[in-house]
C-alpha cells in the first residue's frame, strides 16, 4: 500500500491499541497481503504522537535466525549500546529497563523461533510492550493474538479507486476487489497495472514465475509449511469460497495425505494464516484467500494433480447433492443453509462438467438434484441459466435429462415464462416414451392451467398427478405441493370453504411431514381465502406465516407475493398508508429481483380492487407519493413493515 494511503482498520487500531494497555505482547497474524505491517506502522505512528513511551519498528524480515544474532539486530535497530562482553540478549535487557517501550517486530515469519526465544528473554523488562506480527503464533503461554482480516469490501473499493484513479474506466471496482479477496497488497499491485481491470497477481510463462510481491509474500508463507501442509494447501485450491472438513477429507485425502493426517496439517495451515476459519449456523468453515488459492493452484498444477483433484471435487459436490436432495425432504431448512454456503463449489462442478462432453450428462444431474435451490430459495436467476446450458449442450436423451427439463419448466412458471414452460413439457413429454416424468408434466401443466383460469384443466391435470405421486410414494416436491393448485382451482370456481378445507389438510401434511417450504405456499392461499371469506384478522395472521418462513428460505419469490397480499389485507383494515407502501415495495422488488408476476387470477382482481379503493380514499397525490416511498424500501425493510403491520 502507498505509504500516503491508509483506509479503514478504525476498530483494529482501536483494538490493538487496547490490547497493548493491558497485554504486554500482541501478535498481529494474517494471510500474505492481508496488511499486518501497514497497521502496525499505522498505530506506531498513532502512539508516538499520543504517547511518552520510546517506540522502534524492527523489520526481521532478513534477520538471522539464532537468538544472539537476532538480539544484536535488534540492539542496533533501536540505537543502544552493549556492554562488551555483555551477551546482546542481556545488554538489550539492561538498555530497556529503566524505559517505557513499544517494540514492533515487523515479519517475524523467517525466525518465528528466535524471535520466541528473545521475547521470553525480555519479559524482565517491566516496562515493555511488543508488538509482533507474523502469519503465525509465537507461541508463548502469553501471547496475545489478534487475527487481521481483508479489508471490508466498501474499504478495499475505496482503496482501489484512490490508487487506480481514473484507470478503472468503465469496470466494477467491487468486482475486481472481490477477486483479489479485498487484500490491500494484491490491490496496491492492480492498481499499479497499466489495465488494472486485466492485472493478474500471478503470472506463469512456460512453468516459471514472474516475480511479484504477491508472489515473494506466498512463498514466504510456503517456506514455512511442512510438506504436507505444502500439499494440502495446493489440493485445497481447487475449492471456491468457502468448504467445510468433510469436503477436505474426500477431495484432498489422497496419496502423500492420509485422512487421520489431515486435521493437524488444516491446523497447520490455520496458525500460518494460508487458511483462514469461520464458524458459523452450519459449523465451522474454511477459505482460501483468492490470492492464496492462486499460488496453490500453480503449485497443484507442478505436481500434476489439476486434473484429479477438479475430478474429485466435482464428485464430492454430485454427491452431496443427492444427499442434500434426499435430506430436503424432512431437513429442508439445514439443507437450505448448507447449500448456500456450498453455492461456489457447487457452480465450479457445474461448470467442470459442462467444459467435458463427456461429463454434461453429470452436470445435468447436478442442478437437477438441487431443485429446490432454483424454484424454492429465490435462486431462480442463476438455476435458470445453469439448466439452460445443461439442456443446450447436452441433447441425448435420458433421466438427467427428463429431470432437467421438468425441473427447468418449474423454474420457468417462476419467471413468469409460461410460454417456455409450456414448450420445455412438451420436449420433455416428447423424450420421455417410459413416462417417468408424467406426474410432473401433469404437475406442472394443472399449474400453467390454473394460471390461466382454466379450472376444469387444471383439476383433470392435478388428478393425474396425484394419483400418480402418491403411487410412487412421492411427497416433496410431488404431492404435498399440489395441494396449491388444488385449492388455487377451488377458490376460482367460487369454492371458497372448501378451498379453506384443503389448504388446512395440507398444512397438516406439511407439518406431519416437515416440509417448511410447501406450508409458505399453503398460507399464502390461506389469507387469500380467509380474505375473501371476510376473516382479515386470520388472513393477516396467515400470510405473516408465510413471510417469516419465506424470509427463512430466502424465497424471492414467496416474499413478493407475500407483500401483495398483506397489501391487500391492509386495504381492508383501510390502512391505507401501510398498504400502498407495500404494493409500492413488492412492484419496485419484483423489477429489481427480475421475478415478474405470475399470479393467479384471484390475486390479480384482489390486487387491482385494493388499488382502486386506495387511489379513491387516499387521492392520486397521496397514493403516489407512499407508492414511491415504498420503491424507494429495500425487500427486507418492506418485509419487516409488513410483520409489524405499521409504516416504521
Known sequence: MRADVFVGREKELTEVSALLGKTRHVTLTGTAGVGKTRLALHLVRT??????????????????????????????AIGVRGRPGVPAPQSLVEALAPRRTLIVLDTCDRVIGAVAALVEELRAVADLRILATSRQRLGLSDEHLYPVGALPPADAVYLLTALADRRLDDMDPAE???????????????????DPGTADVFTATSGTWRHSSMRAAHGWSHELCDPKERLLWARASVFSGTFDMEAVKEVCVAEGLTADEVSDTMIGLLDKSVIAGEDGQCGR???????????????????????????????????????AEIGWQCEQLDWYRRLVLECANVRQAIDYCYARPDERRKGLELVGNLWFLWACCGMHVPGDNLLQRGLDLERTPGPERTKALWVHAWVSIQRGDLERAERTLAECVAEDPEEHATAYVSQFQAHLAVLRGDVGAALHLIKQARERHRSAGNVFPGFLPTYTVVATAMMLSGSLQQAVSVLREGRELCASCGDRWTLIR??????????????????????????????????????????????????????????????????????????????????????????????????????????ERGSATDLRSAVEHALQGTVL
Do not use: K
Not at 511518552?52 to 544484536?72: F, I, R, T
Not at 398508508?577 to 415478474?596: F, Q
Open 522 to 627: 399453503l398460507d399464502l392461499l390461506l389469507a387469500q381465502a380467509e380474505h375473501l371469506l371476510g376473516d382479515t384478522d386470520v388472513a393477516t395472521a396467515s400470510v405473516r406465516d408465510s413471510l417469516r418462513g419465506a424470509r427463512l428460505f430466502g424465497d424471492t419469490f414467496s416474499l413478493l407475493e407475500g407483500l401483495e397480499v398483506a397489501a391487500v389485507a391492509a386495504e381492508a383494515t383501510e390502512d391505507d398508508a401501510l398498504a400502498a407502501l407495500l404494493l409500492g415495495a413488492a412492484d419496485a422488488a419484483r423489477t429489481d429481483t427480475g421475478v415478474p408476476p405470475t399470479r393467479s387470477p384471484i390475486l390479480t382482481s384482489l390486487l387491482r380492487m385494493a388499488e382502486l379503493r386506495l387511489r379513491g380514499r387516499l387521492g392520486r397525490a397521496r397514493f403516489d407519493g407512499l407508492t
Open 176 to 194: 475486481l476487489c472481490d477477486r483479489l479477496g479485498n487484500l490491500p497488497l494484491a490491490i496496491e499491485l492492480a492498481a499499479a497495472s497499466p
Open 47 to 76: 502512539l508516538e504522537n499520543e504517547s511518552s513511551a520510546d517506540v522502534h519498528v524492527v523489520d526481521l524480515a532478513d534477520a538471522p535466525g539464532d537468538l544472539v544474532s537476532l538480539a544484536e539486530t535488534v540492539v542496533g
Open 285 to 323: 468453515r474454511y477459505r482460501l484467500p483468492a490470492t492464496a488459492r492462486e499460488f496453490g493452484a500453480v503449485w497443484l498444477d507442478l505436481l500434476g494433480e489439476t486434473g484429479e483433484m477438479r475430478r474429485r471435487h466435482r464428485d464430492h459436490f454430485l454427491s452431496l447433492s443427492g444427499r
